[in-house]
């Protein structure tokens, strides 16, 4: 990380929380919630099982930060990865309680978990689902120091060739030995950058006391 990297989120941060705890205006938070809110609404709604609950999700999550959360950034990632993972751990929770209630009932109305074989099943598509979620979080901080690292990784993951790629970063100019060249330097840099990747998944995987094998496990 770079030294000083982000001092201005530090210190937008501060200021926010100094206003947290005088209560004597709002005005740095109100645009704290102008610049992050859609992004934020778009993050948890992509995330949240029951979606119902998306409003009152992301009111709980504004008035956690109000009360306080804020002044717990360290300035060891970008404002924007620290807001992201708060919501993410919220709703994280959130959906934890909203599968334990959905399976009680599926149970009680032997509509889905009716022998071990479909309960076993339940359990890898929630696993999948959890795992899914902190590959979309290793992204999200990929992003913040290597952005070019992240954008090839999600044009790869929607199918384009690295012809396509190369094509598209450059309008179609060049073609031939230059083309061959090209792609061939792209393929190296996506190498790295799913080494990148895998080393930052492994510490988020870790965290939730899962392996980077559980997620190979899920993509054979």
């Not at 941060?13 to 004597?24: Q, S």
């Not at 032997?110 to 795992?131: G, Q, T």
């Not at 792609?183 to 870790?206: G, H, M, P, W």
């Amino acid at each position: 990380m770079c030294p000083g990297k982000y001092d201005s989120d530090l210190a937008r941060a501060k200021a926010i929380c100094d206003e947290t705890r005088t209560k004597n205006t709002d005005k740095e938070f109100r645009e704290l919630y102008a610049d992050y809110h859609r992004y934020l609404e778009t993050f948890a709604s992509k995330r949240l099982y029951d979606r119902s609950r998306l409003r009152d999700v992301l009111q709980d999550y504004w008035l956690s930060i109000w009360e306080g959360a804020v002044c717990h950034y360290n300035g060891q990632s970008s404002l924007k990865t620290y807001l992201s993972s708060i919501l993410y751990n919220k709703i994280k929770t959130i959906n934890e309680k909203y599968h334990n209630i959905d399976s009680k009932d599926n149970v009680k109305n032997n509509k889905f978990l009716k022998n071990d074989v479909m309960a076993k099943d339940a359990e890898k598509h929630d696993r999948e689902k959890s795992i899914k979620i902190l590959v979309n979080k290793a992204l999200l901080i990929l992003a913040d120091t290597r952005p070019e690292d992240a954008y090839l990784i999600g044009f790869r993951n929607k199918g384009l060739t690295y012809e396509e790629i190369v094509k598209k970063g450059t309008k179609g100019q060049i073609s031939g030995a230059q083309l061959a060249r090209e792609i061939d330097r792209l393929k190296q840099r996506y190498s790295r950058a799913l080494l990148k990747l895998k080393i930052i998944l492994e510490r988020l995987l870790e965290a939730e006391n899962m392996k980077l094998s559980d997620y190979l496990e899920e993509r054979e």
